[in-house]
């Protein structure tokens, strides 16, 4: 008798794209894009160094989006409120849901987002690299035509954008 199986997948973190998606040197690493792993979840590994901005305030229409945080400290805002994660601590954040989130002083925060399903977010932050090795920084008019592209709808006007966590 056989036993047919689907094969499994492996990505050595050698193997890995990490893009640099800002001037202060924030990155993401494409650990599985939703691509490679059969479209069911998308999964990077992201860090920023502290007090530092990371997404302003928007929500996607096709996809959920959790942060787990392995190290530092992550404010994240959903809502219009914000709190901050700590190592082990998960956020999640459904379908169009608004969220934003960035560093404090104090810490810098290594993270992993989990998009569900398996958006091609990888797109967006090769897009956030190009802007970031731009001689001239791009509009933000220009930053939020290229997020709709990508499913996400940047809220520059949320209240959220304006009241960090103090």
Same mark, same amino acid.
């Given at each position: 008798?056989?036993?047919?199986?689907?094969?499994? #997948?492996?990505?050595?973190?050698?193997?890995?794209? =990490?893009?640099?998606?800002?001037?202060?040197?924030?990155?993401? =690493?494409?650990?599985?894009?939703?691509a490679?792993?059969?479209?069911?979840?998308?999964?990077?590994?992201?860090?920023?160094?502290?007090?530092?901005?990371?997404?302003?305030?928007?929500?996607?229409?096709?996809?959920?989006?959790?942060?787990? #945080?392995?190290?530092?400290?992550?404010?994240?805002?959903?809502?219009?409120?914000?709190?901050? &994660?700590?190592?082990?601590?998960? #956020?999640? #954040?459904?379908? =169009?849901?608004?969220?934003?989130?960035?560093?404090?002083?104090?810490?810098? &925060? =290594?993270?992993?987002?989990?998009?569900?399903?398996? &958006?091609?977010?990888?797109?967006?932050?090769r897009?956030?690299?190009?802007?970031?090795?731009?001689?001239t920084?791009?509009?933000?008019?220009?930053?939020?035509?290229?997020?709709?592209?990508?499913?996400?709808?940047?809220?520059?006007?949320?209240?959220?954008?304006?009241?960090?966590?103090?």
């Amino acid at each position: 008798m056989s036993f047919p199986e689907p094969g499994a #997948v492996w990505r050595p973190a050698t193997t890995t794209e =990490r893009a640099v998606t800002s001037p202060t040197g924030s990155w993401t =690493r494409f650990a599985a894009p939703g691509a490679e792993v059969g479209g069911g979840f998308g999964l990077f590994e992201s860090w920023i160094p502290a007090d530092s901005p990371g997404a302003l305030p928007h929500l996607h229409t096709g996809f959920t989006e959790s942060f787990y #945080v392995l190290d530092g400290a992550l404010r994240v805002m959903t809502g219009g409120t914000w709190t901050e &994660a700590g190592p082990g601590d998960l #956020v999640h #954040v459904p379908h =169009r849901g608004v969220h934003a989130f960035r560093t404090g002083p104090d810490s810098d &925060a =290594r993270f992993l987002i989990l998009f569900v399903p398996g &958006a091609p977010r990888e797109r967006y932050f090769r897009g956030l690299a190009e802007f970031a090795a731009r001689a001239t920084p791009p509009s933000a008019e220009e930053v939020d035509a290229f997020a709709l592209t990508c499913d996400q709808v940047n809220l520059r006007d949320h209240p959220g954008f304006t009241t960090p966590l103090s």
